[in-house]
């Protein structure tokens, strides 16, 4: 069983950064795959990005590509998403996902673990 719990969301100007944080619980959180998803009012969940077990991989939306960044520290069991030059279309609840193989995927069904999420709002 892992535990996931979302830090870091609030209330940002267009144009900020928020750095997203997940805390992971138990010992193989460096064996999984982990991503970033958002769904925003009214809209189905999508896929922001994933970083594979080692963090040398990783995938973006292309909507937050060069905007965003993925990262993982395993040694802190804590997944991460830098998000810098924010849109009000960003504004959305962000949910870290884990999955229980080592490659990274952009298909959230394909997630077996799930925070709670973390509000971001944008504001014009």
């Known amino acids: 069983q892992v535990q996931l719990v979302e830090s870091g969301g609030g209330l940002v100007q267009a144009g900020g950064s928020l750095r997203l944080s997940c805390a992971a619980s138990g010992r193989t959180f460096s064996m999984y795959a982990m991503g970033w998803f958002r769904r925003a009012p009214g809209k189905e969940r999508e896929f922001v990005a994933a970083i594979n077990f080692s963090g040398s991989s990783t995938y973006y939306a292309d909507s937050v590509k060069g905007r965003f960044t993925i990262s993982r520290d395993n040694a802190k069991n804590t997944l991460y998403l830098q998000m810098n030059s924010l849109k009000p279309d960003d504004t959305a609840v962000y949910y870290c996902?884990?999955?229980?193989?080592?490659?990274?995927?952009?298909?959230?069904?394909?997630?077996?673990?799930w925070g709670q999420g973390t509000q971001v709002t944008v504001s014009s």
């Open positions: 996902a884990a999955r229980t193989i080592s490659r990274a995927d952009s298909d959230g069904a394909r997630y077996a673990y």
